[in-house]
């Protein structure tokens, strides 16, 4: 029986005797008459042994193992319509549990990137204050069903030349759901949250939900509490996470100019006042092939001290760097003109809120380029010139950083 079975799958998928000559199996040697046919199966994925590296050709086999193997012939290409009509049954509960694991399999999807850091501070006219850093960042996107996935992000953070030299942390930095409610699409958890001025207010993380409707005019609507202050001058000064956060954005698309209303209410979030909320306008054009122009007005209801409580935020971008294309890059540039109570943890790599002008204020410019050294490698320089709208304080930084997405 079992030499017949042998020859008869050997045949089904072409065996050619002398095709593969490697021995995958221990207790099968050279001269046996079965060898030729089941080093081919062997090399074909049909048949794969036990774990010892044996066939176990003396064993008597199950029903449902002697499926698989016919499964597998059967994915080949072999013409096993008997073996086939004769495991019927078990072929057709393999066939189930062999599309549960190739979907389960598909269900997680697992991407990261590492990126390599480093700053050079100037403030104040004082001595430099440089640091660089690594972070690793693992991102794990689950399917819960057809309309609903889970994502989660793990961060490593590893500092070098810094105070804390040597430090690590390790934290678990995003979990949080996206799915759909008719045609409403939904989000919750902990997930990281860029404001719709492209982070000029607030860019970290919050746990809350949002949901969004539409498709050329979107309604986005959220809550929750806000994440500890990206500038230690504007965070509590308890060390607590900030209070509740709401925001709501409508944007749209005006010929070739898109356009954005918001607004943002921070409850107990600053030094400087219990609450804060900051209305927003904006507006994105191209003005020349690849030169995006983009200009937002913001205004907070910070009034205290007769401080300024409104700004601006004027930006050009050319072309940008692709991951995914080599060679591709890009110019970009910014001046801020931002009163206090218009940004709560701002976006930008200089950190202007670590060399104290954050609480003043600011206004400046920042510059920069990107590029794609090779495939999923891409490089970027930015240099900031920032200065308090109060004050003689003033901060010069350049940062750059180095990101490996794979």
Avoid at 131 to 154: H, P, Q
């Amino acid at each position: 029986m079992k030499k017949s079975l042998v020859l008869a799958m050997a045949m089904a998928l072409g065996v050619t005797a002398s095709a593969y000559a490697a021995n995958p199996f221990s207790d099968v040697p050279a001269g046996h008459w079965a060898y030729d046919s089941i080093n081919k199966l062997a090399a074909a994925g049909v048949i794969e042994g036990y774990g010892d590296a044996t066939f176990g050709g003396d064993k008597l086999m199950t029903r449902y193992e002697m499926a698989q193997i016919v499964a597998k012939a059967m994915a080949k290409g072999a013409n096993v319509d008997k073996l086939a009509a004769e495991f019927a049954d078990e072929l057709d509960n393999l066939g189930v549990r062999v599309a549960n694991l190739e979907k389960k399999a598909d269900n997680v999807k697992i991407t990261g990137e590492a990126r390599y850091r480093y700053w050079d501070n100037d403030y104040n006219k004082k001595a430099d204050k440089s640091t660089d850093a690594l972070r690793s960042r693992i991102w794990v996107k689950g399917a819960v069903n057809d309309d609903w996935t889970y994502t989660a992000m793990l961060e490593n953070i590893q500092t070098f030349q810094h105070d804390n030299a040597g430090e690590e942390t390790t934290k678990f930095q995003r979990a949080y759901v996206n799915g759909k409610l008719g045609g409403v699409a939904v989000q919750a958890g902990r997930y990281g949250f860029t404001d719709f001025t492209g982070g000029n207010i607030y860019d970290t993380r919050m746990d809350g939900g949002q949901v969004a409707y539409g498709k050329d005019v979107k309604l986005t609507l959220g809550a929750g509490k806000a994440a500890d202050a990206a500038f230690a001058k504007v965070a509590k000064n308890d060390g607590s996470k900030a209070d509740n956060l709401y925001y709501a954005n409508l944007a749209g698309k005006v010929g070739v100019v898109d356009a954005n209303v918001g607004y943002y209410k921070f409850e107990d979030v600053t030094t400087l006042s219990d609450d804060d909320s900051i209305w927003t306008v904006g507006v994105a054009f191209p003005v020349l092939k690849d030169l995006k122009l983009g200009a937002t007005y913001l205004a907070s209801d910070y009034d205290k001290n007769n401080a300024d409580d409104d700004g601006y935020v004027v930006s050009l971008d050319y072309k940008g760097a692709k991951a995914g294309v080599a060679g591709s890059w890009g110019l970009f540039a910014k001046y801020y003109d931002q009163g206090v109570g218009t940004y709560i943890a701002h976006t930008m790599n200089g950190q202007c809120g670590e060399f104290g002008i954050a609480e003043d204020g600011f206004k400046g410019y920042q510059v920069g380029a990107n590029y794609t050294f090779a495939k999923n490698i891409v490089g970027q320089v930015e240099y900031y010139d920032l200065e308090a709208k109060e004050g003689s304080k003033e901060a010069k930084t350049f940062y750059g950083q180095v990101n490996f997405m794979f």
